[in-house]
């Protein structure tokens, strides 16, 4: 007749809901790994959107400015309007953006 020691530290019986504690553990790490990187990746994603924008708005800006030499030189008209008045207002439309430009006489004595 074989006998056995009831809770002997290699029973398997001894083993129940240890392999669920270390699955949750292991659970809780890997949503707090995947939430962490989650949380990195948004906020990257919006830094990338303010600095495009931001680098859209300079380039708009940047035509804008070369628009309104480019009349000043080329277009008499529009220096004789300036002549006439000391700020000429419009906009112009760059790349699916509105661009207001303000033009200014300056008399330096």
Do not use: C
């Amino acid at each position: 007749m074989k006998r056995t020691i009831r809770n002997a530290p290699n029973d398997p019986r001894r083993e129940n809901g240890q392999a669920l504690v270390v699955a949750l553990v292991a659970l809780a790490i890997g949503i707090l790994l995947v939430s962490g990187f989650l949380y990195y990746v948004s906020t990257s994603q919006r830094a990338a959107d303010a600095a495009r924008q931001q680098t859209t708005d300079r380039y708009a800006a940047d035509a804008g400015v070369e628009h309104a030499i480019w009349r000043l030189v080329h277009e008499s008209g529009f220096t004789d309007t300036l002549e006439m008045v000391t700020t000429v207002n419009y906009t112009i439309t760059l790349n699916d953006q509105v661009v207001a430009i303000t033009v200014t006489k300056h008399i330096t004595p």
